[in-house]
């Protein structure tokens, strides 16, 4: 009897047990189309702000290129077709790769000044600087630090950091430019910023979705930077921005924002703070997408950029002379 | 009367003192085996793909069995050891996933042995699993970490049988979990967030058959090869997940061959042989 029950008990539970499976099926345009649409509509991050910024309405947008989707058309046509939609986010963090091409949507640095120029940067740097674990430094004549950070896709070394602001220590201040510093590890930026500060600082928040509703957030969560223990800047530091200083760029910004001797200076950086994470559609073509937002510590958006203390353009004038209006701006700063 | 209750009462103290010296002697009684194995595995992972990504996969099976002293000796244990990696990619094959899994199951089998030949097993088990899968093409979500453990319930048929004197022994057993948690991260939380800014969230989930259908089942038969005991059989290895509005899937079809020993714990013993009442298998 007990054998009798533990079985129909069983056969029960077996036959309650169902395939847990995503419902998408196909490979056709229709289905590549449908299932994109469908990642950006479940899992981006910032459909609500957009709509409020710029109107954005992501049903609108299926149904504007629906019509544009036919079962006949070829790959070339097809990824055409899907880079413009995806580009109506306005986010360079939304990329869709092929073995086409990868889409990015470039008028969040292409409709700004450039700002920067490497050719006057070298009158700067000159032939003796000093590279050390992706910055590359050199003291100016007037005894102002000036350090490039063109990147922060590579970690950035605590022995690194150390030797080198103890060898800028001399000097009267420092310039941290992230001109054209398209991002890369939210820590190292992070590592960076903590070198800048004495005490716990509050920089922002994160949240991120908790389901695939547009609205389906988690609380936001304090972030703060912590100071190193390791050797830290104790007088005051420019950092240089331009439109191009982007993602974990800008979060670095807006650490260094928060903090008492530090000057933003140079134009609105380029946004991106949202997370990406990477998806797929049935084609095996990847898509990146914002999928975590990042506030600053007044749960203000910095998604479309971060507004500098002093705001300044290289002129003509100055880059006819190979001068760069931002690092002298940032000199005459530090020396008052 | 009063003899034959006497009598009665002697033959019971002896089926009792029997069956305690029979019961001590049989949890020394232990079968063994190892199998390898390889099949394809269907892997799925919202949190880093919504396509099912397919592949070989290999596989490795430990398992342990003896009796116990527990409802008058006829309740056996059973360890099962499994680990699994796979080599998966998704339809277009244009990314690849790796996936990494390790599982420990301990389950306790009242036996009820029908005949001489037939045995039916049921009984509780406990399960604990733990892994990774990588897509070698994500960013910030690059790979999701495995970790569930739950109570179920597990039920087990022996045949033993023979073709022209020829000894086979037929098994097929299915587990079920019905009870337990699971880890997991938000729908869109990163392992940034929960590792490095260390901010909190729904990370374990309760688990049931709602959320987490899962089965697993073996058919093996054993057969003597000279002086071994063979093993050969089929894993059906089905986890599924939908916790935090992520949906997770593990199928796996695995072909296995190794070999079984069955001894007695007393060192320079173990070729002895195990009588049918007494042996856990």
């Not at chain 2, 990774?132 to 179920?152: D, T, V």
């Amino acid at each position: 009897m007990i054998m009798k029950k533990t079985i129909y008990y069983l056969l029960l539970a077996v036959l309650a047990t169902s395939c847990i499976r995503e419902d998408i099926s196909g490979n056709s345009p229709e289905d590549n189309f449908e299932a994109l649409w469908k990642i950006i509509d479940e899992q981006y991050c910032f459909l609500e702000y957009k709509s409020q910024e710029y109107g954005l309405d992501w049903d609108e947008v299926h149904a504007r290129y629906a019509e544009r989707i036919t079962s006949s058309m070829g790959s070339e046509a097809l990824f055409e077709v899907l880079s413009e939609m995806v580009n109506e986010l306005r986010d360079g963090h939304v990329n869709l790769s092929s073995s086409l091409a990868t889409s990015q949507y470039r008028e969040w640095f292409d409709a700004y000044p450039r700002n920067f120029s490497d050719s006057i940067q070298s009158n700067y740097l000159k032939k003796d600087y000093v590279n050390s674990s992706g910055l590359t430094y050199q003291i100016l004549d007037n005894n102002i630090a000036y350090i490039y950070c063109s990147s922060f896709s590579d970690g950035i070394g605590d022995g690194n950091l150390d030797q080198t602001l103890n060898k800028l220590a001399i000097c009267d201040g420092l310039i941290i430019d992230v001109r054209n510093n398209g991002g890369g590890n939210l820590t190292t930026a992070q590592k960076l910023a903590a070198r800048f500060t004495d005490k716990k600082v509050l920089v922002g928040y994160m949240c991120h979705k908790t389901g695939p509703g547009h609205n389906d957030f988690s609380t936001p969560e304090a972030v703060y930077i912590e100071p190193s223990s390791g050797i830290r800047w104790q007088k005051k530091a420019v950092v240089l921005t331009n439109r191009r200083s982007y993602s974990a760029t800008n979060d670095f910004v807006n650490s260094m924002k928060q903090f008492d001797d530090v000057v933003i200076v140079g134009d609105k950086t380029g946004g991106g703070s949202g997370l990406p994470f990477s998806s797929e559609i049935p084609n095996g073509w990847s898509i990146r997408f914002s999928a975590s937002p990042m506030f600053d510590p007044d749960m203000g958006q910095l998604e479309f950029g971060i507004d500098p203390d002093v705001k300044v353009d290289m002129t003509s004038e100055d880059m006819q002379q190979g001068k760069d209006t931002m690092i002298e701006t940032a000199c005459r700063i530090l020396k008052n | 009367m009063k003899r034959t209750f006497a009598l009665f009462i002697l033959i019971l103290s002896w089926c009792n003192v029997f069956s305690q010296e029979d019961s001590l002697r049989t949890t020394r009684y232990v079968m063994r085996s190892f199998l390898i194995g390889t099949g394809r595995a269907n892997v799925l992972d919202t949190y880093l793909s919504p396509l099912e990504y397919k592949g070989p996969e290999v596989r490795v099976l430990f398992e342990n069995m003896r009796m116990t002293r527990l409802m008058g000796g006829n309740v056996s244990a059973q360890h099962v050891f499994q680990a699994d990696f796979s080599y998966t990619k998704n339809p277009a094959q244009t990314a690849r996933m790796y996936t990494g899994m390790v599982s420990w199951t301990y389950a306790l089998h009242y036996q009820f042995r029908l005949n001489e030949r037939l045995k039916i097993l049921a009984g509780p088990t406990l399960d604990l699993n733990g892994g990774c899968i990588y897509n070698n093409r994500n960013s910030n979500n690059p790979a999701q970490a495995k970790a569930y453990g739950s109570i179920g319930a597990s039920g087990m048929v022996i045949y033993k049988m023979r073709i022209k004197d020829y000894p086979l022994t037929v098994r097929y057993q299915a587990s079920l979990p019905l009870l337990g948690a699971m880890f997991s991260p938000e729908y869109g939380e990163s392992y940034y967030e929960i590792f490095s800014l260390k901010h909190g969230g729904k990370h374990v989930s309760f688990t049931s058959l709602h959320n987490s259908p899962s089965l697993r089942q073996w058919l093996t038969l054993d057969f003597p090869i000279r002086q071994f005991n063979m093993r050969i059989g089929y894993v059906c290895d089905i986890q599924q997940a939908k916790v935090n509005n992520l949906k997770s899937h593990i199928y796996s079809h695995n072909f296995m061959i190794g070999f079984v020993r069955n001894f007695y714990i007393l060192k320079g013993k173990n070729r002895i042989s195990m009588p049918h009442n007494v042996t856990p298998y």
